[in-house]
């Protein structure tokens, strides 16, 4: 009776609470909401609801309304069946004229239905959808909306048919009709309408903060209010409003990078160099023994390494190259340089198989040339007495060189001559990351490699405020890759090429553009796709997926078994983009190749090409028409990052308002230094002005932008070392 008398106690507690939190609740939604507000104090979202939210990352309601819609829907007019375009989304309204048999493949049941309207015929494919044998009716007419495709025969024709379409009643489309439809990225169990609805009640109730432009910034750079660009990027009225309002959010992105970037600059050009090092006998060997020669470009940039750390500044210098022109041996030479001068140096990467990668390249390098490192491995994974043995280690210093994760800058690692810090594909790090690796030592120098081309114009404006150093040749030794850009009717070869090159003990990526169906409609994703090719290559293929969804221990462990050839195919999104050298990868596909920028999709080509055999990539473009092709054929002429990402530059100009994000290298939420370069030169000449009339941001007008730098200075990425 006591057990039961608490029992009820407890639940009457939790009734209570409950009871209390609805009256919160309920007097909340008549109160102005902030960006702090949690989201669930928005009108139907409850505790489930809150739970999806959070697995795309959306917690308050500040979170709610910067994320931007990543694609906008229109539902045009139905045309009939001989006027659809393949590789276009199109509606047709056609009756039902057969429903052929379902087919089982393995788990995957398979839909064929033939539809008609008269001016020609079509077939539809549906998977996993047994129950439209009963609600689709013989003759009846409906609306199928969806990608059309043309599968190809001899004679140039070909069948038209669309895969998983969307199903309407002719008024119900209709009543979608001229209409901007925000279309968000989800997850499953999060429907776009769900989202739709929690913005328009958000929106409803949100207090903006004052405009912190003044009226002549905005009046000289064209800018529309904020409050208005953050409500039309949500439900524009028409693509005008669409593009003024982007215009304006992506402005404020660019203009918060810059005048960040130009203030670093301020700080890291008067810093004196405490770490004076020089050149010696250490390095001089390690290249005599190198079974390669350093390339020109190499030889170079080694130069103004070497200068720049005997010269009375610290170094900040970034060395731009394309993947496998041998950025890493620089670094390499640069840490031995420091070792060498008895002073401690660490290499920071952005995941733990790619530290564990360096750290492994270099103890290779200290058994197979005796090289001065006494090198230590800190990452998240490690065991509590592993890494206490590290930060030991590191704070006597008897490790000469630490390279690692985020860990390097944890409060237990404390350096006790720390000059160079080098950081690899430094824009995945966060601003606090990155000068907390720096507070770790006095002043260190700093080495930044990126292997993201960017053309010269663009570089002058991002990299202002750092020495770039640009490798522009390749090792004589690469093999080229082998491009081809086809559209989807080529699938079922690119299969079985896929499967003749596993066949030959080989290994392939293929990448997707969405993690999982429901976050984009058209789009293929990482985990139905993976399950699509267990079903169509042969059995003994071991076919594993990878995405940034999945928990850190379960990327490496995937990560780790395709380097060890324990699976055959990877399918992943662009995480891999940063990922381990597997040399025996010789196969990339890329699927919605389209939806990509060229320099990102030059980025992932870079995953193969790594060993001795003859690499591919096979780019698959659901859209098949002049332009996009024209677009993608130039990742089939050239192999080379700058020349891909000046055309890249000169090919997507303003305006591109629809799709998803094209450059993956940046962390932009919406701004695009492709698409909207114009718009990155107007921001970087607003700064240039701002800081030219009022440089300490005195001025009684400037004080709201002033406090808005403030905190977009605590929560940006490190514009400084991208």
């Keep these: 009776m006591k057990g039961d008398g608490a029992a009820c106690l407890l639940l009457s507690q939790g009734n209570h609470r409950e009871a209390a939190v609805r009256r919160r609740y309920k007097s909340r939604l008549e109160e102005a909401m902030d960006r702090n507000t949690s989201i669930i104090e928005v009108k139907g979202v409850g505790e489930k609801t809150r739970a999806l939210f959070a697995k795309i990352g959306i917690e308050t309601v500040g979170d709610l309304l910067d994320t931007y819609p990543r694609d906008y829907e229109t539902y045009r007019e139905p045309v009939k069946i001989e006027s659809a375009v393949p590789g276009e989304v199109c ?12 087919k089982k493949v393995r788990k995957l049941s398979i839909l064929n239905i033939n539809i008609s309207d008269g001016s020609g015929s079509m077939q539809l494919t549906f998977f996993n959808m047994p129950f439209l044998k009963k609600t689709l009716k013989q003759g009846g007419f409906y609306v199928f909306r969806g990608i059309v495709q043309r599968s190809a025969d001899r ?23 001229d209409r901007l439809i925000p279309k968000y990225s989800l997850t499953k169990g999060l429907t776009n309408q769900a989202v739709q609805k929690c913005v328009r009640q958000a929106l409803s109730f949100y207090e903006f903060t004052p405009e912190y432009y003044d009226a002549g910034m905005l009046r000289d750079n064209g800018l529309t209010s904020r409050r208005e660009a953050v409500e039309t990027i949500h439900f524009p009225a028409d693509t005008a409003s669409l593009a003024q309002a982007r215009k304006r959010l992506v402005f404020d992105e660019f203009f918060d990078f810059l005048y960040l970037m130009r203030r670093n600059k301020e700080f890291s050009e008067r810093l004196q160099n405490g770490y004076r090092l020089y050149e010696t006998a250490d390095t001089v060997r390690f290249l005599e023994q190198l079974p390669f020669p350093l390339t020109g470009a190499q030889e170079k940039v080694w130069k103004e390494i070497k200068d720049d750390l005997g010269s009375p500044f610290c170094m900040n210098r970034l060395i731009q190259g394309d993947v496998g022109s041998g950025k890493t041996i620089l670094a390499v030479l640069a840490l031995l ?43 998240g994974s490690m065991t509590a007495k592993e890494k206490k043995a590290a930060y030991e280690a590191i704070a006597s210093g008897e490790a000469n060189l630490v390279i690692g994760t985020h860990a390097l800058i944890q409060e237990k690692a ?24 720096a507070q770790k030592g006095e002043n260190p120098h700093i080495l930044v490699m990126s292997a993201t081309p960017i053309p010269r114009t663009l570089a002058i404006i991002l990299y202002g405020d750092l020495h770039i150093s640009v490798i522009d040749e390749l090792p004589a030794n690469r093999l080229p890759i082998k491009n081809c850009v086809v559209n989807t009717s080529y699938r079922p070869k690119a299969y079985q090429f896929i499967a003749a090159e596993v066949k030959k003990g080989r290994q392939v990526y293929v990448i997707c553009p969405q993690v999982e169906e429901g976050e984009l409609e058209d789009l293929e994703n990482v985990v139905d796709y993976a399950e699509k090719l267990r079903n ?34 990877l399918v992943s999104t662009t995480v891999i983009e940063v990922g381990i050298n597997v040399p025996n990868a010789t196969v990339m596909m890329v699927e919605n190749a389209e939806r990509f920028g060229l320099a990102q999709l030059h980025q992932l080509r870079g995953r193969v090409g790594r060993g001795a055999s003859q690499s591919y990539c096979i780019f698959v473009s659901t859209k098949d028409n002049k332009e996009t092709m024209e677009r993608l054929q130039i990742l089939n002429k050239s192999n080379d990052g700058f020349f891909i990402a000046s055309e890249d530059l000169r090919m997507r100009g303003p305006g591109e308002l629809l799709g998803i994000r094209q450059s993956g290298e940046f962390s932009f939420k919406i701004g695009d230094i492709y698409s909207d370069a114009s718009v990155l030169k107007l921001a970087s000449d607003a700064v240039e002005q701002l800081l030219k009339d009022d440089p300490h941001l005195i001025q ?7 406090r808005h730098l403030t905190e977009a200075s605590a929560n940006s990425v490190d514009f400084r070392s991208i």
């Design 155 to 177: 004679q140039g024709g070909g069948l038209l048919s669309m895969e998983q379409p969307r199903i309407f009643g002719l008024e119900d489309y209709r009543r979608q009709a």
């Design 700 to 706: 009684p007008e400037h004080e709201r932008l002033q």
């Design 414 to 437: 404390q350096y006790k001559s720390l000059a160079l810090v080098v950081t690899d594909e430094q824009h995945r790090f966060g601003v606090r990351q990155r000068e907390n690796l």
């Design 337 to 379: 340089l420091t070792a060498a001068n008895g002073y401690q140096g660490a290499l920071m990467a952005p995941t733990e198989v790619l530290a564990v990668q360096h750290y492994e390249t270099v103890q290779g390098y200290v058994e197979k040339y005796g090289l001065a490192f006494r090198p230590v491995l800190l990452v």
């Design 91 to 102: 509606a047709v309204h056609a009756a039902v004229s057969c429903i052929l048999n379902e």
């Design 536 to 569: 169509v290559l042969p059995p003994e293929i071991h076919v594993a997926y990878l995405h940034g969804k999945l928990r850190p221990a379960d990327k490496n462990r995937i990560m780790e078994e395709f380097a060890a050839h324990s699976v055959d195919v």
